[in-house]
């Protein structure tokens, strides 16, 4: 099923994806800024932004918007991203008024309150403290961007430096939303089961008179090439050592990027893959490994992982891991395995239109990576186009150990 | 049975002993199968725990015609997801596929549920990923709390024996295999098959599974209980913020009026942004990202629970507010709005939460582990509008008031001991610096 879209005079765009046979609905708003958008000083401030969108509008009070789509027998939360930050409700059908009431008035008319904003910064400090300092992944993948990217907003973490938590004003957070929080910098999506006659009137009524700004272009750096391995060994008290490793691929929508996406089901998709079949289940080396892929707007990042089993040599998972990594780019792929990877793919396309929500989330990403609402739907076909061919291409550009980048967690007096 | 909702067109079946439900849906192009077993934590012998889980894993890990290498292949090659897992009072095998899939991964299911073989070597690859398991477990404090938490809050009971490197290792193939012999029966599964099927495939997967054995009973388990005042420490001396885990001996899930608990519970903790404690820890006082409450409710008991955590200076401060966000709410109850508000909750997100048809096979399967009636999925929304402010608050005096407390503190001992005096009502406090 395909969406349409609709555009008010201030440049507001809105994306309706018509699902009858949803039970509810998903109203998104996909602010076209995270932390790439950032400098330095003030990471972590779209973050930051995102967790005030909660503190109170001109007509509410904290935390009233949340309360009242729970009270209506809806669910809501936002995210940040490197690229972006989106805020959803998930309403029963006949609470869409409700939805578009309560994200106009935050999205126009934001509080942004002085006494608001300081208890809140100590709430996002404790979730820095849970979810980086706290914790080894987190360490190791806070890390791993910021020994990948030296130059791009990439570098630093959606949560932000610690220092910048402390010393983030209100004045920050208030210029910052004036700058990003705009029509033409924000898009809406409204998914599921509603009447498309009345969504248009109520999304012009509460969208229609917000101001247009003029948008600053940004200066986004670029990465310089990368002539060598970065490393970098922590110790921390862990029980088990681990290492991850990335590679920067190419930007979301590219050829290359899709390719880099079947890589990574071959090597790391499922117990039939090839990184598990060789560390986890031949030579036992490691409880766990395998790899993942972040598709972003400037660039990408390739990474895999192990995480040591007991009483194995750490040095043998490691050399295993670039092996198995690095050899597969130039090394013979069969075409089972090429076919395998993108059944995988399908089908997890499938299950993502399962539900509204999920639904909702695929038209956001393809709309907001690619200006192409129904990118999603156009993907199995362009798997179906990568061949053997490409993933020796790609592996020469962007696969090798000059390439890579990594972050060893070590047990603390060990070597 | 028949009834027709918008969760799809649900058939309720009992074909010689085996119960379940076939949940139709069409246009969606994909198939769910749940299986669940009715058994946990009770079929581990004492000092075994980890045994059902293992059981569970072992399932697909090798049949008379597939090895374990080449079922991973098959249904990774289609796309299939599956998951096999053990759980207090059941375990369930589920898997997902495409529809245009079905022919070739029904002989894999049927292979897998009626002649795996549980290989010896398959078994201690297995094994050995347990028992590192649980060593990384340790490295994440959130999961190290919870794991000290429950087994210090059913102690001797089956819900307290968990899996250790010990027990892990103790585990024989031969008890994997008295296992899939004894609780492969009838009696003690239940079937939901669902998503987009049509005549022949619903036909062919019935038949399969008509040819489980016959018979199959219940083990019978004591009440859990827990008495006593609890303080432990486990001590993570580089840690900057503590995890928290407060809690008592809670009730039985088959409990009469449970759907009481659950509002009460949403308006103390369970209900996020609207919760008391959320909104008095968190929004109000800064001193935490998250805290919740819940009552884990089990067939043979259960346990309530606060769950937080702040940082090492702080984490006092937050345990006293919590204490006394709880005393408020026993204290002088809840208020009318806050109970409108929780039921307008659930009778709005019960549909919302059953939108795929795996989300109804797990509520259907609830229903049945907990003797719910096969009506209960619809009539559970009405249950909700029925319920009164004097219930709520006779609730919260009758199930939270306990003494007998169990504090779990995942953090920096040396820097938070001085502060230890203010918890005094938990008892001496134990600090413990290994748990394997």
Known sequence: ?415 | MKKNDIFGKIDFFDNNGLKGAVVKRGGLGSISISLMIKGGDELNPLGKGGLSNLFATMMSKGTKKFSSLEIAEKLDFFGADFSFKADKDSIIFSFWFLKEHFDKIFPLIEEIFFSPTFPEDELNREKLKSVSSLYQMVDSPSALASYIFTMNIYSAHPYGNLPTPESISKITRGEIVNLYENIFKKNLLYLVVSGDLNAKIEAKLLKLFDKLPSGGEEKKVEKAMYRGKKFIFFDKPDSTQSQIRLGFEGLPRETDRYEVINLMNYILGGGGFSSRLLLKVRTEAGLTYSTSSSFDSYKNGGSFRVSSFSKTETTVDAIILTENVLSEFIEKGAKDKELKDAKSFYVGNLTLSLETPLDVAGKLMFAERYNLGNDFVFKERETYKRVKLSEVNLFAKKYLSSKNRLLVIVGNFSKIKNQLKKLENYGKVSVIEKLF
Do not use: C
């Open chain 1, 1 to 415: 099923m395909k969406t349409e879209k609709f555009v008010l005079d201030n440049g507001f765009e809105t994306l309706f994806l018509k699902r009858n046979y949803s039970a509810g609905i998903s109203i998104q708003l996909w602010v076209k800024a995270g932390s790439r958008n950032e400098i330095p000083g003030i990471t972590g401030i779209s973050h930051m932004l995102e967790h005030m969108m909660f503190k109170g509008s001109k007509k509410y009070g904290p935390q009233e918007h949340a309360q009242l789509v729970q009270a209506n027998g809806g669910e809501l939360n936002a995210f940040t991203s490197n690229d972006r930050t989106v805020y959803y409700d998930n309403l029963p059908p006949e609470k869409l008024s409700l939805g578009l009431v309560l994200e106009s008035d935050r999205f126009l008319r934001l509080s942004l309150d002085e006494k608001e904003f300081q208890t809140e910064r100590q709430v996002v400090y404790e979730e820095r403290k849970m979810r980086t300092d706290n914790s080894p992944y987190g360490k190791a993948m806070e890390m791993l961007f910021a020994l990948t990217f030296i130059a791009h907003p990439y570098h630093w973490p959606v949560i932000g430096w610690e220092s910048d938590i402390l010393s983030w004003t209100i004045e920050d957070l208030r210029a910052y939303y004036k700058k990003f929080y705009s029509p033409e910098n924000v898009f809406l999506i409204i998914a599921g089961n509603f009447d498309r006659e009345k969504a248009r009137l109520l999304v012009e009524k509460k969208f229609g008179k917000w101001k247009k700004i003029e948008l600053d272009n940004l200066r986004i750096p670029k990465e310089p090439e990368q002539n060598g391995e970065r490393f970098t060994e922590l110790k921390m008290r862990v029980e088990l050592p681990f290492v991850f490793s990335a590679y920067r691929t190419p930007p979301y929508g590219s050829r290359e990027a899709l390719v880099f996406d079947i890589a990574e089901r071959i090597l790391s998709g499922g117990e039939s893959s090839r990184i598990y079949r060789k560390l986890v289940y031949d030579t036992q080396l490691a409880l766990s490994a395998g790899g993942g892929v972040y598709s972003f707007l400037d660039y990408g990042l390739f990474f895999v992982y192990g995480i040591l089993n007991r009483g194995k040599d750490f040095n043998s998972m490691k050399r295993a891991l670039f092996e198995e990594v690095e050899g597969f780019f130039s090394g013979v792929i069969k075409e089972e395995e090429l076919e395998k990877a993108k059944n995988q793919l399908k089908a997890e396309l499938v299950k993502s239109t399962e539900k509204t929500f999920s639904h909702g989330m695929l038209v956001g990403e393809s709309y907001f990576y690619t200006g192409n609402p129904d990118f999603y739907l156009k993907k199995a076909t362009l798997y179906d186009s990568i061949t053997l061919n490409d993933f020796k291409e790609v592996g020469e550009k962007f696969i090798s150990e000059i390439k890579r980048n990594t972050v060893v967690i070590k047990p603390e007096g060990k070597r």
